[in-house]
C-alpha cells in the first residue's frame, strides 16, 4: 500500500467519547464520567454505547463551577468504579480504532492523564475532531461565498442545532458522544470526507 494512501473512513470504527471534568485543568481536575458511542460503517451503533462515573484519584478538584455545569456532586463519585477499571474499558474500545471527540484539545489531555493516573501507556489512536472539521467546513464556504458572513459555531448544542439535528441535554457525557458521533456523520457528508485523512 502506497505511503500516501489512507482507509476509508466508514471502514474503520470510531469511538465518540466525551469526559465530564472537575474543571478545565488536565494537570489538576478530576475526570468525573466517561461516555463512548461506536460509529460503525457510517452508523451510530447505540447498543454498544459505554457510560460510567469515574471515582476521582486523591487530590484531584471539582471546582464550583464544573458542579453547576454537569451537576455531579462528589458523593456520587466517591464510590465509582476507579480510573483503572474505566481506562480498562475505554482502552478496550480505543484498541478498535478511532478516537471522535468534539474540541480534541480539551478532551486528549484528559485522557492522557488517566492513562497515566492506571499506569497504562497513552496508545496514541487516531483523532478526529469535529470542531476542527466544523472550521474546516466553515472555511470551505467562506470559499465558495466570500461576501457571507455566517461565522462558525463551534459549541456542540449549537453547532447542532444549525446542521438541523434535534437537541440533548448537554454536560452529561454519553448524551454528548452521541450528538458528537450524529454530528460527525453529518460534517463528514457535507465535506464529502470519504477517507480519514480527510477527516485530520
Known amino acids: 500500500m502506497p505511503f500516501w494512501s489512507s482507509p476509508r473512513w466508514d471502514s474503520l470504527t470510531l469511538w465518540a467519547l466525551d469526559l465530564e471534568t472537575g474543571g478545565l485543568d488536565p494537570r489538576a481536575d478530576a475526570v468525573l464520567s466517561v461516555g463512548m458511542v461506536p460509529v460503525r460503517q457510517a452508523r451510530v451503533v447505540v447498543g454498544e454505547a459505554f457510560a460510567s462515573l469515574i471515582r476521582p484519584e486523591a487530590g484531584a478538584a471539582i471546582r ?40 480534541s484539545s480539551v478532551d486528549v489531555p484528559f485522557l492522557k492523564r488517566l492513562y497515566r493516573a492506571a499506569g497504562r501507556r497513552w496508545p496514541r489512536p487516531p483523532v478526529v475532531d469535529t470542531a476542527g472539521l466544523l472550521l474546516k467546513l466553515a472555511a470551505r464556504d467562506r470559499l ?57
Open 144 to 200: 465558495h461565498d466570500p461576501d457571507g458572513t455566517a461565522q462558525p459555531v463551534l459549541r456542540l448544542g449549537e453547532a447542532r442545532q444549525r446542521l438541523g439535528l434535534p437537541p440533548y441535554d448537554s454536560h452529561d457525557a454519553l448524551s454528548d458522544a452521541l450528538a458528537t458521533a450524529e454530528m460527525f456523520l453529518v460534517v463528514a457528508r457535507k465535506l464529502g470526507a470519504r477517507t480519514l485523512r480527510d477527516l485530520r
Open 64 to 103: 464550583h463551577e464544573s458542579i453547576l455545569a454537569h451537576q455531579l456532586v462528589p458523593g456520587e463519585v466517591s464510590g465509582a468504579p476507579a480510573v483503572p477499571e474505566v481506562v480498562e474499558e475505554i482502552d478496550r474500545r480505543l484498541a478498535e480504532g478511532v478516537l471522535l471527540v468534539h474540541f
